[in-house]
């Protein structure tokens, strides 16, 4: 699929992956992106520029009747960017609730398949389109750190290559982002070094362009993670299982 002259929508267009698929969009012609958040004011520093292609659009993927109105308002759409997520870092016993995991999986699992079934007519419409899931790493390899947000991008993985398969017959390109932590809000919970919005979102899009419809594993950081993994799973997983979530009741190092 070509990006220009495309019509895209990114949820969680606030966020710092999310602006970085509005930016490279615009560079690569893209004819009209919808940029959809939960609060449209957050999208107000996006806007400023005053490009008329940008049309901002309120929207919770979490929120049935707000899904079916974006998908009644965004109709023309020919490319749907999965990109909405929510991480509460919390390990699968030590938080003290569900109630995070359970939002998790909301927006990142159940938030993608909605939009999915939502916009897949509109896709249909347009000879296919694409749709681009952005992932994680933690899809393949789980950090007890983050337990919960990992087994929802796990899900995630396996719910895009369901989507791929089922909407094959209609010709849309699906494809599913694998990338470890990169420089935004979220992912400044996570050690460093981190990649990029642009290096991951760029890699994404060339993927796109070049026809892939397959899962892509975006950026040189990810790549050498996924390299190890590919080579030896267990060992990776091992190295990642250290890394425990300290219980919130835990005691507190006192300072010097």
Do not use: C, W
């Not at 950090?143 to 991008?153: D, F, I, M, N």
């Not at 089922?166 to 990338?179: C, D, K, S």
Request: net charge neutral; hydrophobic share 50%; aromatic share 4%.
């Amino acid at each position: 699929m070509q990006i220009n002259g495309s019509i895209a929508l990114v949820t969680g267009a606030n966020g710092g992956i999310g602006r970085a698929f509005v930016a490279e969009l615009l560079k690569r012609g893209a004819a009209k992106i919808y940029v959809a958040a939960r609060d449209t004011a957050s999208l107000r520093d996006l806007l400023q520029g005053a490009d008329r292609r940008l049309v901002p659009l309120p929207l919770d993927v979490t929120d049935p009747d707000q899904v079916a109105a974006a998908a009644g308002v965004a109709s023309d759409v020919t490319l749907l960017i999965n990109n909405a997520g929510y991480a509460a870092f919390e390990g699968a016993i030590a938080a003290p609730a569900i109630d995070d995991a359970r939002r998790e999986m909301d927006v990142n699992y159940f938030g993608t398949l909605a939009m999915t079934r939502a916009f897949a007519p509109a896709l249909a419409a347009a000879g296919g389109g694409a749709t681009i899931n952005m992932l994680s790493m933690l899809a393949l390899v789980s950090l007890p750190v983050a337990g919960t947000y990992a087994a929802s991008k796990a899900a995630a993985l396996s719910l895009t290559r369901s989507i791929r398969a089922e909407l094959g017959a209609q010709g849309t390109q699906v494809i599913g982002v694998l990338a470890v932590q990169t420089d935004t809000a979220m992912g400044a919970k996570l050690p460093e070094p981190r990649m990029t919005p642009h290096e991951v979102v760029s890699d994404a899009l060339n993927a796109l362009e070049a026809g892939s419809n397959d899962d892509v594993v975006a950026g040189a950081q990810t790549r050498a993670i996924h390299e190890a993994f590919t080579a030896n799973p267990k060992a990776v997983q091992a190295m990642m299982s250290t890394r425990l979530p300290i219980p919130r009741n835990a005691a507190q190092p006192k300072a010097a």
